[in-house]
Structures are given as C-alpha cells and as structure tokens.
C-alpha cells in the first residue's frame, strides 16, 4: 500500500514524523514492534515546504567519521545547498525512527521528490 504525504506549505518535522509513524506501521491494524510495515511511504514538493531564514541559518547537522578530529558541522542551508531537500527529510525521518535493525529496512519503503 502506498501513502502519500504533500511538504508543501508543511513545517519538515510535522511531515517527517507522520512519515515516520507510518514507516513503522502504528496505523496498520496488524502492528508489531519486530516487523517491517509493508507500506510504502511517498513524500512529494519536499523542496516547496515552509522553512525561515533563521532556522536555515541555525540549525547545524553535526556528523562524527570516527576519527580523530573527524567531527564535521554544516547548517542547514549548507546541507541543502550540498544535496537538496530530500536529504533533509531523509536524515529527519531517520533519527525519528528506532535504531535497530529494522531501520535501514524501513528507510527503503520511503519515497521522496523534489
């Protein structure tokens, strides 16, 4: 079954955790914590939706490569200037949803368009 979220004129972190409660399989009736949901979520006009100035130039996405002095930080509009929107909603629905192994396969049913 596929799901389909509009971004458009939506704030990221509402659409991304509806994203993410629907990756998870919370509406399905048959829900169980240790199983995949089979649908498939589709989120489009990721690069139409609501964001200030201030939070492009705020928020920072701080990555760690393991190494000594390995820690990388880029805000916001550096991210989205580097991969596009869809990387955001993808980094945002991901640390939404829980770290096991079940999340790489749960990211595979999501969608997202510019």
Known sequence: MKYTIDAQGKKI???A??????????????FAKNK????????INAS???????KKQNDKYVT?????????????GELINRRGMTEVYRRAVLRML??????????????IKE
Do not use: C, W, Y
């Open 13 to 15: 972190g509402r659409v």
């Open 17 to 30: 955790s509806t994203a993410a409660a629907r990756l998870m399989g919370k509406s399905s009736v048959s």
């Open 36 to 43: 995949v949901s089979t649908e498939v979520v589709e989120i």
């Open 48 to 54: 139409k939706s609501d964001m200030t100035a201030v």
């Open 64 to 76: 760690f490569t393991g190494h000594r002095g390995g820690l990388n930080s880029e805000t916001l």
């Open 98 to 111: 829980p770290s096991n192994k079940l999340q790489d396969l749960r990211m595979k049913n999501l969608i």
